[in-house]
């Protein structure tokens, strides 16, 4: 199957600075990708919805000033988690279904985000 | 999207059939049942999904009943990576695969 890639794995911050996370399509081009987050012991939830070309999407409760996703090329979106607090952090997972076909997504294999 | 209601936890002996019931009552013509897994630590994994007709591939076999309001994964021999949380979602045609609402799945255990 395609593969999305997620970079950083796992990422140490000290609270108040930023992090920027990663999610590449390898090998299909991705139009719309989506970012979920996972707290300890919980499912997942979306958080936002990345267009390429255009504004993310934002689910209700979720902040864009505080999560800034960019979503340049069909095959790369970031998230950006500035004035990052311990509160923030959790496990973040991309995922990204191949321009149009809508039958499966493909996830990446997430980032894990300290905050200290 | 309809909701699905499955069992928190189950057990499956390693080479035994592991079968993962999930109920969606509320399920509409034009919507699909999709089943992924996450393994510790991993991002989430598709493994089938359907329509109408029982579908099987490499990795499992899903049932759908007559009436779509329930469904059973079946991993045909259990190993111990299968251990993971299964996660039973059902989605609209138009709406694919597109932003995936999770529920809470069901946590399976393959025993050796």
């Known amino acids: 199957g395609a593969v999305v890639s997620q970079h950083p794995s796992r990422v140490i911050c000290k609270s108040g600075t930023s992090v920027k996370i990663e999610c590449r399509s390898l090998?299909?081009?991705?139009?719309?990708m989506f970012w979920y987050r996972q707290f300890p012991k919980q499912s997942l939830m979306l958080m936002a919805t990345?267009?390429?070309?255009?504004?993310?999407?934002?689910e209700q409760g979720v902040e864009k000033d505080k999560f800034l996703i960019n979503h340049a090329s069909l095959t790369l979106s970031t998230l950006t988690v500035t004035s990052a607090h311990p509160e923030d952090s959790s496990f973040y997972i991309c995922?990204?279904?191949?321009?149009?076909?809508?039958?499966?997504?493909?996830f990446g294999q997430g980032t894990r985000l300290t905050v200290v | 999207d309809a909701k699905t209601t499955q069992p928190p936890s189950m057990d499956c002996a390693e080479g035994r059939a592991a079968n993962l019931p999930c109920n969606h009552s509320?399920?509409?013509?034009?919507?699909?049942v999709y089943w992924y897994r996450q393994i510790h630590s991993q991002g989430p994994q598709y493994i089938i999904h359907?329509?109408?007709n029982n579908e099987t591939n490499e990795m499992a076999s899903l049932i759908i009943t007559e009436d779509r309001k329930s469904s059973t994964l079946i991993l045909p021999h259990a190993t111990l990576r299968d251990t993971a949380v299964y996660y039973c979602?059902?989605?609209?045609?138009?709406?694919?695969?597109?932003?995936?609402?999770f529920g809470t799945g069901t946590r399976l255990t393959v025993i050796p």
């Open positions: 990345s267009n390429e070309g255009s504004k993310a999407t934002y």
């Open positions: 509320t399920i509409s013509g034009n919507e699909y």
């Open positions: 979602i059902v989605r609209g045609v138009q709406t694919g695969a597109n932003n995936l609402f």
């Open positions: 995922s990204a279904p191949e321009a149009g076909k809508n039958t499966e997504a493909f």
């Open positions: 359907g329509l109408k």
């Open positions: 090998d299909f081009q991705a139009t719309t």
